[in-house]
C-alpha cells in the first residue's frame, strides 16, 4: 500500500510538471504575441514583426492564434485555415458591471474533432484602442498527452519492478535472515526429543540472547522441579516418624493411645502447615511484586500475641514507614513465629525495632527478648526442621525453620544473636525493601 501511494503521489507530480511546462510554453507564446501587436490607422490589430513559429504557418500544424475583438471578425492564424477557435473572451461580471481579467488563462477544448486542444487567452486593450481584444494561443495536446503516457509508463514499470524486487528481497529475509529463529526451533526440538536440560548447539549470536533466555527458563523450571522433590521428600520424612509411633502404638494396644494421637497429629499438622507455607510463598513471589506495610503487620501480630500471654510486655519501635516485597500473609507468619517465640522462651519482655534506611535494597527487624539466649554453638542447628533447646514448653521446633525458608524464598535472610539491652536472644531478619 506505501509503495502503491508513492507511486500515484510521484505520478501525479510528475504529471502536474509536464501540464506546467505545457502551459509556461503557450504563455510564452501569448506574451510574444501580444508584445508584436499594435493598432493601424483603422483600429484593427496587425504585427509589426513576424512571429517565430513556423508551425503558426503550417496548416493543421496544432498550434494556433486567434485574435478577436468588439466589432471586428475573428483574426487567425494560417494554421488554422477555414477554421476558427471559439474563445471564451474572459471577463468578469461584478457589482460595477463587467470587466476584463488582465491575466491569461489557461483550458481545455474539444472543438475541433479528433483534435484536442490546450488553449491560453488573455483580454486586454491596446494602447490607441478602446476595443477589448482577446489573444489566444492553442496547441494540441497530442505531444503532452503522449509525454504523459510516457512518463506514467515508465513509472508502472519501475515501480513494478521496484515492488517485485522488494517482494523477492522479502523472500529471501524470510528464508535466510530467519533461518536463525529455525535452528532454534531444531535446538529445542532436540531438546525436548533428546531429554538434555540445556541449548549448547552452537547458533548465531542474533539469536543467542534468545538461547540464553531459553536456557535461564529451562534452569528455574528444573529448580523448580527440584524444590517441589525436596519438599515432597521433607514432608514425606517428617510425617513418617510420626505415623510410625502411631502404627507402634495402635499395634501395642497402648492405653494412652489416644495422648499419643493427639500429640503425632499435632505434629503432622505442624509439618503440613510448614511446606503449605513454603508452597504459598513460592507461589506468591512468582505471581509478581507484593507490597507490605511492616509497622501494620507487626502490630496485628502483637494484638494476636498479647492475648496469649497477656502478663508479658511488648514494644515497638522504629521506621513507621517502613515497606517490604513480601505478601502480607507471609510477613504475618515470619513476625508471629519471631514475635510469639520471643514470648514463649523469653523472661516477658519482647522488644521489636524496624529499621529502614533510604538506599538500602533491605528492610532489617529485630526481635529481641530477656530469656535465656541460645549458646552460639546451637545457633545454625535451631533452624533445622524439629530443632529445639526447650522441651519442657509445648511445639514442634517448625517456627524458625518456617521464618528461614519463607524469608529465603523473596530473597531474605534472618541470623540469630544475643541482645545487648536484655540480654536474651536476638533474632535479625532481613527482608527485600518494596
Known amino acids: 500500500m506505501l509503495l502503491l501511494g508513492g507511486g500515484i503521489a510521484l505520478e501525479r507530480t510528475l504529471t502536474s510538471q509536464v501540464e506546467a511546462n505545457f502551459d509556461e510554453q503557450l ?206 521428600g521433607n514432608l514425606a520424612h517428617a510425617l513418617k516418624t510420626p505415623l510410625t509411633v502411631l502404627t507402634n502404638a495402635a499395634t501395642a494396644r497402648d492405653p494412652n493411645l489416644s495422648d499419643a494421637v493427639f500429640r503425632e497429629t499435632r505434629t503432622m499438622q505442624r509439618h503440613v502447615d510448614h511446606h503449605l507455607a513454603r508452597a504459598r510463598a513460592v507461589g506468591r513471589r512468582a505471581v509478581g511484586q507484593a507490597r507490605t506495610d511492616v509497622r501494620q503487620s507487626a502490630e496485628a501480630v502483637r494484638r494476636a500475641v498479647e492475648r496469649l500471654y497477656p502478663n508479658g510486655r511488648l514494644d515497638i519501635a522504629g521506621s513507621k514507614d517502613a515497606m517490604v516485597a513480601i505478601e502480607r500473609q507471609d510477613l504475618d507468619e515470619i513476625l508471629g513465629n519471631l514475635i510469639e517465640n520471643a514470648a514463649k522462651y523469653g523472661g516477658g519482655s519482647v522488644f521489636v525495632t524496624l529499621d529502614h534506611e533510604p538506599g538500602s535494597p533491605l528492610c532489617r527487624i529485630w526481635v529481641e527478648d530477656d530469656g535465656m539466649g541460645i549458646p552460639e554453638e546451637e545457633r545454625i542447628r535451631i533452624f533445622d526442621r524439629g530443632a529445639r533447646l526447650d522441651t519442657g514448653k509445648p511445639g514442634t521446633g517448625l517456627g524458625l525453620a518456617i521464618v528461614r525458608d519463607v524469608a529465603e524464598i523473596y530473597g531474605g535472610s534472618v541470623t540469630l544473636d544475643e541482645s545487648e539491652d536484655l540480654g536474651g536472644l536476638l533474632v535479625e531478619l532481613r527482608l527485600p525493601r518494596a
Open 27 to 232: 504563455d510564452y507564446q501569448l506574451t510574444a504575441m501580444i508584445t508584436s501587436a499594435e493598432i493601424d490607422s483603422f483600429g484593427e490589430v496587425l504585427f509589426y514583426r513576424s512571429l517565430g513559429d513556423q508551425r503558426f504557418l503550417e496548416p493543421g500544424s496544432g498550434l494556433y492564434w486567434q485574435i478577436d475583438g468588439e466589432g471586428f471578425e475573428p483574426w487567425p492564424s494560417r494554421s488554422l485555415w477555414d477554421r476558427t477557435l471559439d474563445l471564451r473572451g474572459v471577463v468578469e461580471r461584478g457589482e460595477g458591471g463587467e470587466s476584463f481579467v488582465d491575466e491569461p488563462q489557461f483550458y481545455n477544448s474539444d472543438q475541433f474533432e479528433g483534435e484536442r486542444l490546450r488553449i491560453a487567452e488573455r483580454t486586454l486593450i491596446l494602447p490607441g484602442s478602446e476595443t477589448r481584444w482577446t489573444f489566444a494561443v492553442a496547441s494540441a495536446t497530442a505531444d503532452m498527452d503522449a509525454q504523459i503516457s510516457r512518463v506514467r509508463l515508465i513509472l508502472i514499470w519501475s515501480f513494478a519492478v521496484l515492488g517485485f524486487g522488494l517482494f523477492v528481497m522479502a523472500l529471501i529475509q524470510i528464508r535466510y535472515g530467519l533461518s536463525p529463529l529455525r535452528r532454534v526451533r531444531v535446538a529445542i526440538q532436540k531438546l525436548r526429543t533428546t531429554g538434555d536440560n540445556r541449548i549448547t548447539d552452537p547458533l548465531p549470536t542474533e539469536v543467542q540472547p534468545l538461547v540464553d533466555e531459553v536456557n535461564a527458563l529451562l534452569e528455574h523450571t528444573e529448580r523448580q522441579a527440584e524444590e517441589a522433590r525436596t519438599h515432597a
